[in-house]
């Protein structure tokens, strides 16, 4: 009887996914549960590592539509809208990934139900891509947990940051259809959203269960021109510069107009004749068109023994418009050119199509009072970019130059305008295979606090990419677009691991545990100690040290490289080749992957305080993570310090591609707390997170401090506060998110305004209400006002791929969501 017991409580944890008991579950004792952060199940507590929860109750109060919606929520996450602003990137359009503590998307481990995802097939070289997190369904998500803590240790490389484990619903009965419409209040950005779900089965009664959800969502998108703060690039007046292009239409040739400008309007302070790009086209947020589906099921093969497999398939299609190429043209029969915009051309289009799966088949139960599983997987991340409107460069520099058609005129000849275009298209493929297995259990060695427990494990993983751009993009041969390398790579890893449980006594815990990952470049061995001290019941101290590792992608490592001249002439430069202070030297650079990258190595401290008492919860970390061989792109004269040069017959070629060169270390605090008030009116919680940073300094190439805290996108701290009351079928909740002020620079180092520059940005806050009622039997109707007051961002001029805010906000304003769920 007690080994069916734990084969029902291991299955209900399905997939080896980190999920606590439910009450619902009928699970006659108290379950063991492997938590995210540790391979070794336990009773579900608070532990020597902080981990954020996000239960299901707690995504459907603030009705949440999208996983970023529901990330931007929480204080831990650096951007407030993650991805779903980028209207000038077209490969990653509509895409979010996560970051965290002042780190990348490729330091953040995505997990869905403990298992890796692969990660978009298209990226730049320069840096990794993540996991786009929208293809995930919120739908069908029972909890998250983020460990906020480096996780190389127990996880293997990109951990860095911390671990987002999205983890689904299990051992589901019955059905459910849900529905979603939401608007901004100015008759934009409309969203709409359908889904379904079901279970059959009990897998304690019947021995299986069998879960299945499909959702749909559509959001149509913002317009630039639609918004007062982003309708001209022209911020004089909010104390910013004139960023309009000089690339113009009709033309600049020596800061002078080459034609004569349209308007008196359309010439800027310097007498350029300009052209804004942000009265049409241009999106401040984009439009999304998602399709999910998810399939999971359990069978209790024998009382101790269950097969779980689970498939899960997402499609996104997004539109993307840019203004027509911008770029220098010639002036026919000169060797003149001039800045500018060949609007016949029509506006550059970019239609994506990216799809995300993955199927994992496995095994798991209990053997003697131990735990198993063992388990194999295959996902794939596709994206292609079908181009249209770019125009073959060769062609069209030989047409303007001959005179067939005039680069200033929107009336030339269309047969001969259509000949000189082209329709480019990159397809990208990323596939992530994998092999686990891992059993834990208690050793038998009795320590004065318990048993000493463990968890041993190996894992293979076969990781793919593919990434064509035809032909001609490769060539650099496309007017509007940048050169594009090819990549056809793979590599496998291999790793081993060990944890340890060491109850030292009733208050007193420890772990220890240590991760050998080999690649087929590199290995890395990743140690991690931590420690658990709870004097009484409502206190806990814990601190923690992990070593963590972030691999370069098969990008930076296989990707193509291309070259460019360049002349030394800066003093720097010549000193640096014992050439004195003046010198010409004429020559090359090249820049792309490296095949010799190491890994990028980080360290992780925390130390934190856990309060609980009665109605009262809070804790305190603080957090410290070190990295050191940050993978980046020199300068030229970085590149010629470092010794990466040659002389070659052509001249000094210096290679300035991916180097191992900078440091980074980030500091903060994060807060945490709680108050329950029950009432004879309803029962209130008080809420608050708080993530503030201490430090945030990097060490370039030339082993200098830049302190990138408190400036562009780095706010100093991020707080949300929350107020929920709930009675008799109804659950109201505020939400106030609160992101500080920051210093109007893009960087350290570039300071071209000392005006605008040093401007401080105030801080921004957004109040969201929603409330839910339950009172009609089976159903469930949820209202949402999000950002009730209309806040619009603070202006900044620094961004480029927002244009008058920072991407850590939105301008959708006030948004209006009314949503009903149908449960069966």
């Known amino acids: 009887m007690r080994m069916k017991q734990l084969a029902v409580a291991i299955a209900l944890i399905g997939a080896g996914a980190a999920i606590s008991a439910q009450a619902e579950e009928k699970v006659n004792k108290v379950e063991r549960v492997e938590v995210t952060g540790s391979s070794i199940k336990r009773i579900k507590k608070e532990g020597s590592t902080p981990v954020e929860t996000v239960s299901r109750k707690q995504i459907e109060k603030i009705a949440a539509t999208s996983v970023n919606e529901l990330l931007k929520n929480l204080a831990s996450m650096d951007i407030m809208d993650q991805g779903e602003l980028t209207s000038n990137a077209p490969s990653a359009s509509g895409s979010s990934t996560i970051k965290m503590r002042g780190l990348g998307a490729g330091d953040v481990l995505v997990l869905l139900n403990g298992r890796r995802l692969p990660t978009s097939a298209i990226g730049d ?12 369904p919120v739908a069908a998500i029972e909890r998250v947990e983020i460990l906020k803590d480096g996780g190389s240790a127990i996880y293997g490389a990109d951990a860095v940051g911390g671990v987002v484990n999205f983890i689904t619903k299990k051992n589901y009965q019955g059905g459910e259809i849900r529905t979603n419409f939401g608007q901004s209040s100015r008759g934009d950005g409309t969203e709409k959203s359908f889904g379904l779900s079901g279970g059959y089965g009990d897998l304690g009664e019947q021995g299986f269960n069998v879960f299945a959800s ?47 400008c349209p308007t008196t309007d359309a010439i800027n302070s310097a007498g350029s004749c300009v052209f804004d790009f942000n009265t049409e086209l241009l999106t401040a947020y984009n439009g999304a068109d998602r399709k999910t589906g998810m399939l999971l099921a359990n069978i209790a093969l024998t009382d101790d023994i269950r097969a779980f497999a689970s498939g899960f398939y997402s499609k996104s299609d997004d539109h993307f418009e840019a203004h027509p190429a911008p770029g220098v043209l010639p002036v026919p029969g000169t060797k003149d050119t001039y800045k500018g915009r060949f609007l016949q051309g029509g506006p550059r289009i970019t239609d994506r199509e990216a799809s995300l799966y993955q199927v994992v088949l496995g095994l798991d139960g209990a053997f003697k009072g131990f735990d198993w599983s063992v388990s194999a997987g295959h996902g794939v991340s596709k994206q292609t970019n079908s181009d249209s409107n770019y125009l073959d460069i060769e062609k069209f520099y030989d047409a303007l130059n001959t005179g067939k058609i005039d680069g200033t005129s929107t009336t030339n000849d269309q047969a001969i305008v259509d000949s000189l275009k082209v329709t480019p298209r990159r397809e990208g493929e990323n596939t992530l295979s994998f092999i686990d297995a891992k059993i834990s259990g208690e050793t038998g060695i009795s320590l004065p606090g318990g048993a000493l427990a463990f968890a041993v494990g190996a894992s293979f993983t076969r990781e793919a990419l593919k990434d064509t751009p035809d032909a001609l993009s490769q060539a650099g041969g496309v007017f509007g677009s940048i050169q594009q390398a090819a990549v056809d790579a793979s590599r496998n890893a291999k790793a081993v691991f060990a944890e340890l449980s060491i109850p030292l006594d009733k208050t007193l815990e420890l772990q220890a545990a240590l991760r050998y990952d080999s690649y087929d470049t590199d290995s890395k061995a990743s140690p991690r100690i931590a420690a658990r001290y709870q004097p009484i019941p409502e206190l806990l ?69 856990v309060v609980e008492n009665g109605p009262f919860s809070g804790s305190m970390d603080w957090w410290k993570t070190k990295k050191t061989d940050l993978i980046d792109v020199p300068t030229q004269l970085q590149a010629i310090q470092k010794g990466e040069y040659k002389y070659e017959t052509r001249g000094i070629v210096i290679n300035t591609g991916l180097m191992n060169m900078n440091g980074l270390t980030v500091e903060g605090i994060d807060t945490e707390l709680k108050f329950r008030i029950p009432t004879s009116i309803a029962t209130f919680i008080i809420g608050n997170t708080n993530s503030f940073y201490l ?36 659950i109201g909740v505020v939400s106030v998110k609160t992101t500080a002020g920051f210093v109007n620079r893009k960087d350290p180092v570039t300071n071209t305004d000392p005006v605008t520059d040093e401007r401080e940005v105030p801080s921004h806050s957004e109040t969201d209400l929603t409330v839910s009622y339950t009172g009609f039997k089976n159903f469930k109707i949820d209202a949402a006002v999000k950002n009730v007051f209309d806040r619009m961002p603070p202006f900044t001029d620094v961004g480029t791929s927002t244009m008058g805010f920072a991407d850590i906000y939105g301008v959708r304003g006030r948004f209006f969501s009314l949503g009903g769920k149908y449960s069966f």
Request: aromatic share 10%; charged share 30%.
């Open 541 to 609: 101290f814990r601190g923690s040290y992990t070593a963590s590792f972030r691999m370069p992608t098969l990008k930076q490592l296989k990707g193509g490289v291309d070259e460019g001249a360049y002349t030394v002439k800066l003093k720097e430069e010549c000193r640096a080749l014992n050439l004195g202070d003046n010198c010409k030297v004429e020559g090359y650079y090249l820049n792309g992957s490296n095949a010799k990258l190491k890994p990028e190595s980080g360290e992780s401290f925390n130390i934190g305080v």
């Open 125 to 136: 070289t320069s840096s990794p891509s993540g996991v786009d997190v929208n293809m995930i």
């Open 214 to 260: 499909f959702d749909v969502f559509k959001r149509d998108p913002i317009m630039r021109k639609d918004r007062d703060l982003t309708k001209s690039a022209d911020f004089r007046h909010f104390g910013g510069g004139d960023q309009r292009s000089t690339y113009a239409p009709t033309g600049n040739l020596n800061g002078k107009p080459y034609k004569p």
């Open 695 to 730: 430090m945030n300094e990097k060490v370039n190439g030339d082993n200098q401090k830049e302190d990138w805290k408190n400036i562009f996108n780095n706010p100093t701290w991020r707080n949300t506060f929350r107020v929920e009351a709930e009675t008799a079928g109804w």
